[in-house]
């Protein structure tokens, strides 16, 4: 058994500045468990083109207001104690709120590694 927390990684490799804002990596490969949690927070007024081609996420919303959006037109607003998942690798659009950022709990499976990072820049969806 082992205990973590968010302030033993900040200014950490596990601290990551994804694009649109922060992921804490509380848990990745190296730890052995076979999937991923992660802190993640969605700075307000952001908007991401998004696709896990390699792993299915589901992010549970502990504080803030967002939304995602999938590749039909379909806006889902997100608000604490929702839970959204891409099941089927989808590509999608995570937007922080108008006032304030979108807190998650994400869980990826399979685990990362923890260096990964999202490629803003590009106009296709950042992948990894």
């Given amino acids: 058994m082992f205990v973590r927390s968010i302030a033993e990684l900040r200014g950490t490799e596990r601290e990551v500045e994804w694009g649109n804002g922060l992921s804490y990596r509380l848990l990745v490969a190296a730890d ?13 007024g952001t908007e991401a083109l998004l696709e896990y081609r390699h792993h299915l996420e589901a992010c549970y919303c502990i504080a803030g207001e967002g939304e ?8 889902f607003p997100i608000k604490p104690g929702d839970i ?7 590509k999608h659009y995570l937007r922080g709120g108008s ?30």
Avoid: W
């Fill in 99 to 128: 006032r304030e950022d979108l807190v998650l709990v994400s869980v990826f499976n399979p685990a990362l590694q923890g260096d990964e990072r999202h490629n803003l820049k590009d106009a296709t969806a950042s992948t990894y």
């Fill in 84 to 90: 959204y998942v891409l099941d089927k690798h989808d």
């Fill in 32 to 44: 052995g468990m076979g999937f991923t949690v992660c802190h993640t927070i969605v700075r307000a």
């Fill in 68 to 75: 995602v959006e999938d590749m039909e037109g379909r806006k």
